[in-house]
């Protein structure tokens, strides 16, 4: 079954430290990965895609084959990143999966 | 920008009601879809349609029916509301193409409360 884990439930960090939250992939074939983010009282809405590859908002992602990762990583945190993230994967014909979600929370 | 609007922002019905739940919107997408969002458990897929009058079982369409009459709307229907169906709900669309390799642009949510 496709499966995407997001270990972490809530992640806090420091204003201005590294952030990196983990998204894990189970998917057969060749599935686009994306983050999604959902800061308070907004609606959900992506991040950041891997066949973009672009930075959003200081955020990039790699993806690791390898690994089945595509962390998400931000060097320096700020208040405006906390926020509840979401790691998802598709394929063409394979619904989209979502992570359960981490809370991020970057402490001033 | 895309617009997807839900009909209710919060909605309290009775174990037994009839429930529908609304969504348009405006960017001529194919692709809409509906989600329920709870806590530790994510988002689940209940249905999804690519196509006016076409409609696809999610991973939990036990309880929950769908119609998309027109290409801009998508309604969620619960027959018979029952308490573990007290959720946010989400919509979604999404253009056409592959359903689940584009971007998917979500409604504010209807956070649907059955006692």
């Known amino acids: 079954a496709q499966r995407v884990t997001q270990p972490e439930k809530l992640l806090s960090v420091f204003k201005g430290a590294p952030v990196e939250l983990k998204c894990n992939y189970s998917?057969?074939?060749?599935?686009?990965l994306f983050w999604y983010v959902q800061y308070s009282r907004q609606r959900l809405q992506l991040l950041l895609r891997?066949?973009s590859r672009e930075s959003i908002k200081g955020f990039t992602a790699d993806l690791n084959k390898g690994e089945t990762s595509f962390h998400l990583k931000k060097p320096f945190a700020q208040e405006e990143d906390s926020a509840m993230y979401y790691c998802?994967?598709?394929?063409?014909?394979?619904?989209?999966?979502f992570g359960k979600g981490t809370r991020l929370s970057v402490i001033a | 920008d895309v617009k997807v609007t839900q009909s209710s922002r919060y909605l309290v019905k009775r174990t037994g009601e009839k429930v529908f739940l609304e969504c348009v919107q405006d960017?001529?997408?194919?692709?809409m879809f509906w989600y329920r969002q709870d806590p530790g458990l994510g988002l689940r897929l209940i249905y999804f349609?690519?196509?006016?009058?076409?409609?696809e079982k999610g991973d939990i369409p036990e309880g929950y029916s769908v119609s998309r009459e027109k290409k801009e709307r998508f309604s969620l229907i619960l027959e018979s509301a029952s308490t573990n169906q007290t959720s946010m709900y989400l919509c979604?669309?999404?253009?056409?193409?592959?359903?689940?390799?584009?971007?998917?642009?979500f409604g504010p949510g209807t956070r649907l409360t059955v006692l």
């Open positions: 998802a994967a598709g394929a063409r014909n394979t619904p989209l999966v």
């Open positions: 960017m001529d997408h194919e692709n």
């Open positions: 349609s690519y196509d006016v009058k076409m409609k």
């Open positions: 998917y057969s074939g060749s599935p686009e």
């Open positions: 979604a669309s999404s253009p056409g193409g592959s359903p689940f390799y584009n971007e998917q642009f």
């Open positions: 891997h066949i």
